[in-house]
């Protein structure tokens, strides 16, 4: 299968602890997104990646928030000191420049 | 006013009924459009994608989009009870999708 994975699945973290999340996009896709989705919502933009510059990123990704995507492969989301209001589900899609973003299955983060 | 909104549900429509999806969006500038199919638990599926006005039609669905009214809806002909999930809406807005809080459709045996 050559869709876009993340790792962990699943993570359970005591606040205050960090915690960072991998995605490894489709192999051809330039473009690397992430968003975060709560229950019952859809899916919020964080930030965006075209080949390793990151373009943007919302004001929902606080200074605890760090995203990379070294030579313009894989990324990682790093959440510092995490807090309570961050267990959501971490998505991360991937596209050729503007076309369709598929997105992998995500990382389910739980804050206790 | 939220970016893009859906009808809010859930939907129920026994199976062979058709279901019909609604959403409104708020940047005239937008040129693209999708609906992501979701499951329990599950990450969001791409099922169709519109950049034109009028319909498009892949097997069973049927994206309509009208600009003018900022509105795109989603028709599932022949409802299956695979198809019950959360459907949402997004629109491109340049980079990034910005999407509905969708719409939780139930196909009834």
């Known amino acids: 299968d050559t869709g876009v994975s993340q790792d962990p699945r699943h993570k359970i973290t005591k606040r205050g602890q960090n915690v960072t999340f991998r995605c490894d996009p489709i192999s051809e896709h330039n473009r690397l997104y992430w968003y975060r989705q709560t229950l019952g919502q859809g899916p919020e933009f964080l930030t965006y990646?075209?080949?390793?510059?990151?373009?943007?990123k919302s004001r929902l990704l606080s200074d605890r928030f760090s995203a990379e995507r070294p030579k313009g492969s894989f990324s990682t989301l790093e959440i510092q000191r995490t807090e309570q209001g961050d267990s959501a589900m971490y998505l991360c899609?991937?596209?050729?420049?503007?076309?369709?973003?598929?997105f992998g299955p995500g990382t389910r983060l739980t804050v206790t | 006013q939220k970016e893009v909104e859906q009808n809010s549900g859930p939907l129920s429509v026994p199976e062979g009924a058709i279901a019909s999806l609604n959403c409104t969006y708020s940047?005239?500038?937008?040129?693209?459009f999708f609906w992501y199919r979701q499951y329990s638990g599950k990450s969001p599926e791409l099922i169709m994608s519109?950049?034109?006005?009028g319909d498009k039609e892949d097997g069973r669905f049927t994206a309509q989009l009208n600009k003018a009214s900022q509105y795109v809806s989603l028709l599932i002909r022949d409802s299956q009870p695979s198809d019950s999930a959360t459907y949402l809406c997004a629109v491109n807005n340049d980079y990034k999708l910005s999407f509905g809080a969708g719409t939780t459709v139930t196909v009834r045996a």
């Open positions: 899609a991937s596209s050729l420049s503007d076309a369709e973003q598929y």
């Open positions: 990646f075209q080949n390793e510059a990151q373009l943007e």
């Open positions: 519109i950049y034109s006005n």
């Open positions: 940047d005239r500038g937008s040129q693209s």
